[in-house]
Each structure stands twice: as C-alpha cells, then as structure tokens.
C-alpha cells in the first residue's frame, strides 16, 4: 500500500502536499487532545483500573496485537472486561459469521463487533463496555502514534483476511477510537455496512470531518445514538 500512494504522489504532487498538511494537523490535534484528556482524566482512569482489579483476578489492562497503518502490528491498550484467560473463539466465529454468512444465526442478543449477553464479561466490563471507558486506555496508543483518535476500527490480523480490496483501504490511514461508523447507527448497522464507512471515512478524511466526528461522539459515550 506504500507504494501505491507513492506512486500517486508522483503524479499529483499538489494532492499530495494536501494530504500531508492534513496529516500534520491531524497529528498535532490527536497529540493536544490526547494529553489533555489523559491529564484531566487520570483519576477516571486510576478508579477505573482499580474497580477492574477487583472485580475478577487478572491485570487492569488488556493488551492486543492489531493492524495499524500500513497493516503494521501494534499492541492495542484497553481495560479488562472479561475474565482473565478467556477463550476468544465465540468471538471470532461471531464476526467470521457477519463476514461470511448473508444472514449469520441468530441465537441471542449481539452487538455489532461484540457479542452480548456474553459469559466471559465481568459485571464492571459490561458497565465499562456501554460507556465506552474500556477504550480509554487508548490515549495512550495515540500519543504514540499508533492510534488516531478518529480513524477506522483497529482490526485483528484474522478479521482482515476477511475483507475485500475496498475495505483495505482502512490501512492507509492509522486506526481510530471512534469513526465514522461509530456516529452513523452503530450497533443497528451490519458489519459490511460498518465497514464500507470505514472505508468511506478513508477517501472523505479532512480535519473538519474529524472534528464533526469528535463532536458526534459525545452523545454516544452518555448513551445516546447518534442520529
């Protein structure tokens, strides 16, 4: 994919100035904002992680090899919300069914991404998971410029031998906390669907749909859909 994008500077050089401006200002804003929402949070983040290592034995953080820019490997920060050591196979055949299957099974309440109702979750995970605390951590991702803090869904190296050549466009761009699709219906989109504006976010990006995004995903972290 580096090539690719090479190859494209070297035919449309102001583009490409375009984008590389739009680059820089994006990671200045990820780095200002990251820093202070770490800052301002901290003592969020310090109850949290303890209410985590109480809750069930196991470290307050979970970490995660997933795909960055470039399909590059980066460990992924998150609080844990399940219990130590669980076994991620009803994960995985949850999404191989979303990706694969044209209508997957039904047998119980499921989330887009997630399962619902799902043993393996702790009860402070399940309140971490609908405020979207569990991603905090991620900050941490973002100033070091693994994560952005708008950009498509960090995926597993699995799921992405799964996707289609459009939707790997994902991996020009470094991955998101929140996104596009996390503004437009979440959990009430199908996962290809979730994915096609993944891929939409990645030919539309501009700091000012960043910023519409940022402000889009205040009602969601109180629980409330966007609209």
């Given amino acids: 994919m580096a090539r690719v994008m090479t190859g494209r500077a ?51 953080i979970f970490r995660q090899e997933r795909l960055g820019r470039y399909g590059r490997t980066f460990v992924l920060l998150k609080f844990r919300t399940m219990r130590a050591g669980s076994d991620d196979a009803p994960h995985r055949a949850y999404v191989t069914g979303l990706l694969t299957e044209p209508v997957p099974s039904a047998t119980g309440r499921r989330g887009l991404y997630k399962l619902v109702d799902d043993p393996r979750v702790t009860g402070i995970g399940s309140l971490l998971r609908r405020t979207g605390l569990d991603e905090l951590p991620q900050l941490i991702n973002v100033l070091r410029g693994e994560m952005s803090l ?74 409330r859909e966007a609209s």
């Fill in 10 to 60: 070297g035919r449309h050089r102001a583009p490409a100035r375009r984008v590389n401006g739009h680059q820089a200002a994006k990671r200045g804003l990820d780095v200002v904002l990251a820093a202070l929402a770490l800052a301002v949070l901290s003592p969020v983040l310090l109850v949290v992680a303890a209410a985590v290592r109480l809750s069930s034995p196991g470290p307050a």
């Fill in 150 to 223: 708008v950009g498509p869904r960090p995926v597993l190296a699995w799921e992405a031998e799964l996707f289609d050549a459009p939707e790997r466009t994902r991996f020009l761009v470094r991955p998101g906390i929140t996104g596009l699709w996390q503004v437009s219906g979440r959990s009430r989109l199908s996962m290809r669907r979730a994915l096609e504006l993944d891929a939409e976010y990645v030919r539309r990006q501009r700091l000012s749909l960043d910023l519409w995004i940022l402000w889009r995903t205040l009602p969601t972290l109180l629980g």
